[in-house]
């Protein structure tokens, strides 16, 4: 499910594939955009193991990005969540395309995952009870900003 806040403030909600959806859309009409991309590998889901390699994911990744880049306003701000696993990749293929201002870290609430069925002295590393959101903008988002507010 997509949704689309118009200038109008009037919602527009369209059931579809995201890229097929926005492929649709003009150039430069989104102002916001929170995407909850596949994690890869994490659920055993066919949506989450659709690429062979990492490689493969965040090859999809980039071609996705490259969709957002072309509809995110000029001054328009993009939220994309990934796993803990991924992070760091999917951030750098972000960076590539984006202006990256901060890397969020949302903490799950406790009894919300897997977490507490394993014996914690069993694992190799902590379990990810935390989620990673990356904040972006387009490149040169400060002056556009700056010029339609007025100020100096």
């Given at each position: 499910?997509?949704?689309?806040?118009?200038?109008?403030?009037?919602?527009?909600?369209?059931?579809?594939?995201?890229?097929?959806?926005?492929?649709?859309?003009?150039?430069?009409?989104?102002?916001?955009?929170?995407?909850?991309?596949?994690?890869?590998?994490?659920?055993?889901?066919?949506?989450?193991?659709?690429?062979?390699?990492?490689?493969a994911f965040l090859a999809w990744v980039g071609a996705q990005a490259d969709m957002w880049r072309r509809v995110l306003a000029p001054n328009?701000?993009?939220?994309?969540?990934?796993?803990?696993?991924?992070?760091?990749?999917?951030?750098?293929?972000?960076?590539?395309?984006?202006?990256?201002?901060?890397?969020?870290?949302?903490?799950?609430?406790?009894?919300?995952t897997k977490a507490e069925m394993f014996v914690k002295e069993d694992l190799r590393a902590p379990f990810p009870a935390s989620e990673t959101?990356?904040?972006?903008?387009?490149?040169?988002?400060?002056?556009?900003?700056?010029?339609?507010?007025?100020?100096?």
């Amino acid at each position: 499910m997509t949704t689309l806040l118009d200038a109008d403030a009037r919602h527009h909600v369209s059931c579809a594939r995201s890229d097929d959806f926005i492929a649709s859309l003009p150039d430069g009409c989104v102002n916001l955009a929170i995407l909850d991309i596949p994690y890869f590998g994490v659920k055993d889901e066919d949506w989450d193991n659709a690429w062979p390699s990492a490689a493969a994911f965040l090859a999809w990744v980039g071609a996705q990005a490259d969709m957002w880049r072309r509809v995110l306003a000029p001054n328009g701000s993009l939220y994309v969540f990934a796993s803990p696993q991924m992070a760091w990749s999917v951030e750098g293929v972000i960076r590539d395309r984006f202006e990256v201002l901060s890397n969020i870290r949302w903490a799950k609430p406790p009894h919300s995952t897997k977490a507490e069925m394993f014996v914690k002295e069993d694992l190799r590393a902590p379990f990810p009870a935390s989620e990673t959101i990356i904040m972006a903008e387009q490149r040169g988002s400060d002056e556009i900003a700056m010029g339609a507010a007025g100020y100096a």
